[in-house]
């Protein structure tokens, strides 16, 4: 991995950068999202076609950078399930701290019948959200759930590329070496070698980066972070539909 981390890192020296201040008009909080999975050893090339056509986000220096997120469910992990249903309307309610700033933002998620994602969030001080009365208000009257109901389920951590299509329409988001531990179980895991891709727009707009993954012969395919950190570090829970996917995971 080190290599291969290396090899990426300087694909990505060669983009031009962007800085978050100049991302603030880009949060598409309300979107479509597209997802791909690749391995990491098929990043580089990536990259390297997409150099030309996106900005790599920069923040003190670096284009990696380091995430930590922590899920909420309920004892009988309610959204989980709601999820390996196919629920179309569905939830998710997580900590994120972006490592690198030290910052921390509680984050509502929404999915709707219409495959919109709809992201509210606030900033708190830091990762103790069931003591901090913002963050449970902000649970309470914006989520399906009281934070009465919830505590910590799983804790993923990987590293993190950003890229910002030149006319700025477009977010995409490129996730490896993901890491999971889960607090209830204690079980840990790790996919050192997958990448997730996921592009961001707010409609269907041409997007260039779709174009390279088509060029290598790379399909959609969606996952859930929460739902696949689940299914690999608790055996307890329901996970049939998840099967096909967490195998072809495991040969990629």
């Known amino acids: 991995m080190a ?3 290396e090899e990426i890192g300087s694909v990505l020296n060669a983009f031009d950068p962007i800085t978050l201040d100049q991302m603030s008009g880009i949060k598409l909080m309300n979107r479509i999202d597209t997802k791909y999975l690749v391995n990491v050893n098929q990043l580089p090339e990536l990259l390297a076609k997409a150099k030309a056509d996106y900005f790599a986000q ?8 380091s995430y930590r997120t922590v899920y909420y469910d309920t ?4 959204m989980y399930v709601v999820h390996h249903n196919k629920k179309l309307n569905r939830q998710k309610i997580r900590m994120r701290e972006y490592v690198d700033s030290e910052q921390y933002f509680l984050e509502i998620k929404n999915k709707s019948n219409k495959g919109r994602t ?3 969030r606030i900033r ?3 990762d103790g959200v069931a003591d901090q009365q913002d963050a449970v208000e902000f649970v309470d009257s914006k989520s399906n759930y009281q934070m009465t109901q919830l505590s910590p389920r799983l804790q993923n951590q990987f590293y993190r590329i950003t890229l910002v299509n030149k006319a700025k329409t477009e977010r995409l988001t490129i996730d490896m070496e993901i890491k999971f531990h889960n607090f209830k179980t204690e079980d840990e895991d790790c996919i050192r070698k997958l990448c997730i891709i996921e592009v961001k727009q707010d409609g269907n707009m ?4 779709k174009d390279y993954l088509e060029d290598l012969r790379i399909k959609q395919k969606s996952v859930s972070k929460y739902c696949l950190g689940m299914v690999l570090t608790d055996k307890n829970l329901k996970r049939n539909r998840f099967k ?6 495991s040969k990629l």
């Open 124 to 126: 708190v001080p830091d």
């Open 75 to 78: 004892q009988d992990a309610e």
């Open 3 to 5: 290599a291969i981390l």
């Open 244 to 249: 096909d996917k967490v195998f072809y995971i």
């Open 58 to 65: 920069e923040i003190e220096g670096s284009r990696m950078a």
């Open 206 to 209: 041409h997007s260039p980066f």
């Open 118 to 120: 709809k992201k509210i």
